[in-house]
C-alpha cells in the first residue's frame, strides 16, 4: 500500500478455472458426437446436394445449408432439423410455383430460387443461435428434462398460455430445484425462440411466393397506397394468410415431432402414472393447437415486421420500360424509373436476417 493513494481490489480468477473450463467444452463437444451426429450428417449432406441438383440452392448456399444443418441438428437435435428442413422443403417448393408469372414480375428472379450462403444465413442466423444455446443449457440436466419448460406442473402438464415468463411454481414438478427450473426455462426460451424464428422465414418466404399472385396490387405498409407487386413492403390480404400459414405449418410440425420424440421416450412429462399413465389425447390437441397459434402469430408479426423494415429502410422502384420493381435507383438497360418507396439502407438480406432475429427475440 502506497501512502496517500486509494486502493482497490482486484478479482482474481481461481486456479484452474481455465482448464475446467475447456474440460467442459470439450465434454459436451464429446457428447455431441455420437450416433446423432452421423445421422444428421447423412441428412445434412443430402439437404444440401438435393437443393443444388434442383437449382433451389447455389453452389455457396449448398454448402453453408449443410454447415447450417450440422450445427441445427447436433445442438437443436433430430426435432430442430426436421423443422428446419420442413420449412426449407416447403419454401423450395413455394419458389418454384407459377415461375413464369414470377419471372414477369420479378427483376430478380432465378430459376429454383438459387438461394446464396447469404440468403441461406440470413434465414437461419437465430434459429441456429437457439439451438446452440438450447444444446449449452440442456447438458446441465438429464433426459428429457430440458423439454419441461415448455409445460406446466403435473395438474395440467400441456398449457394452452402463450406467456413463458410464468411463475416458478408453474413450471414442472415442485421437486426440482430452483437451478434446475431457471435452466429449463432458458431451455423453454431458447426452443419457442427457435420456433418463432423459423415460423418468421416461413411466413415471409410464403408471403412473398403466394402474396405476388394475388389478383390486385399490395398496399404499401406505411401508407396504405396501392403499388406494384413486388414492391418492398406491400402486403396484402392473401400475402398475410400466406405468413400465418407458413407459421402454422413450423407450429405445428415442431408440436408433432416434439410430442412424437418424448412419447417413444417415455418421458415422464407425458407419463406421469408411469408408462400406463399416458395423459389424455385433449392434452395432446391442446399442446398442439398453442404451438400452432404460436407460430401462426409469429409468422405474421415477422412477416410485418419485415414489410415495415422494406418499405422504409429498402429502396424501390419502378423500372417505367419493363414495369418491374428494382431495388436499385438505376434500371439494368439504362432506362427511366420511378421511386416507389424507402431508402437505401439495407439491402433484402440484411431486413430478412434484421426481421427474423427481431422475432425470434420477441415473441417468446
Keep these: ?206 408471403a412473398s411466393e403466394i402474396g405476388i399472385l394475388s389478383a390486385s396490387n399490395p398496399l404499401l405498409i406505411t401508407t396504405l397506397r396501392r403499388v406494384p407487386r413486388g414492391t418492398n413492403g406491400g402486403v396484402s390480404a392473401l400475402g398475410l394468410a400466406a405468413s400465418a400459414a407458413g407459421g402454422t405449418c413450423v407450429g405445428l410440425s415442431f408440436a408433432a415431432l416434439l410430442l412424437t420424440r418424448l412419447y417413444l421416450l417415455r418421458a415422464p412429462v407425458l407419463f406421469p402414472h408411469g408408462v400406463h399413465g399416458l395423459l389424455s389425447p385433449t392434452v395432446f390437441a391442446l399442446f398442439l393447437l398453442k404451438l400452432m397459434v404460436f407460430g401462426a402469430a409469429s409468422g405474421v408479426v415477422g412477416s410485418l415486421v419485415d414489410s415495415l423494415l422494406g418499405a422504409t429502410l429498402q429502396r424501390s422502384s419502378l423500372d417505367l420500360k419493363t414495369k418491374k420493381v428494382l431495388s436499385d435507383e438505376k434500371s439494368p438497360d439504362g432506362g427511366e424509373t420511378k421511386h416507389i418507396s424507402g431508402w437505401a439502407v439495407l439491402d433484402n438480406h440484411m431486413v430478412n436476417l434484421a426481421a427474423s432475429t427481431i422475432t425470434g427475440l420477441l415473441m417468446p
Design 1 to 206: 500500500r502506497v501512502s496517500g493513494e486509494h486502493t482497490r481490489e482486484v478479482a482474481v480468477i481461481p486456479q484452474g478455472y481455465w482448464l475446467d473450463l475447456s474440460t467442459n467444452c470439450l465434454r459436451r463437444i464429446d457428447a455431441m458426437v455420437s450416433t446423432n451426429f452421423v445421422v444428421v450428417l447423412m441428412l445434412s449432406s443430402l439437404m444440401a446436394v438435393h437443393g443444388y441438383r434442383k437449382k433451389s440452392l447455389a453452389l455457396s448456399g449448398a454448402v453453408t445449408g449443410f454447415v447450417v444443418g450440422i450445427l441445427t441438428g447436433n445442438c437443436g437435435g433430430i426435432i430442430c432439423f426436421l423443422t428446419m428442413f420442413i420449412f426449407y422443403y416447403t419454401s423450395s417448393r413455394l419458389t418454384k410455383y407459377q415461375q413464369k408469372w414470377k419471372k414477369e414480375i420479378e427483376d430478380d428472379f432465378k430459376e429454383g430460387g438459387q438461394r446464396t450462403a447469404t440468403q441461406v444465413i440470413s434465414n437461419a442466423f437465430m434459429g441456429t443461435v437457439a439451438c446452440v444455446v438450447w444444446w449449452w443449457w440442456s447438458k446441465d440436466i438429464s433426459g428429457t428434462d430440458a423439454f419441461n419448460g415448455l409445460f406446466m406442473g403435473s395438474s395440467q402438464p400441456l398449457s394452452t398460455s402463450l406467456s413463458l415468463v410464468l411463475q416458478q411454481d408453474e413450471w414442472v414438478a415442485a421437486s426440482v430445484s430452483s437451478q434446475s427450473i431457471a435452466v429449463q426455462r432458458v431451455c423453454a426460451l431458447a426452443l419457442f425462440s427457435f420456433v418463432a424464428h423459423y415460423a418468421c422465414c416461413a411466413g415471409d418466404t410464403w
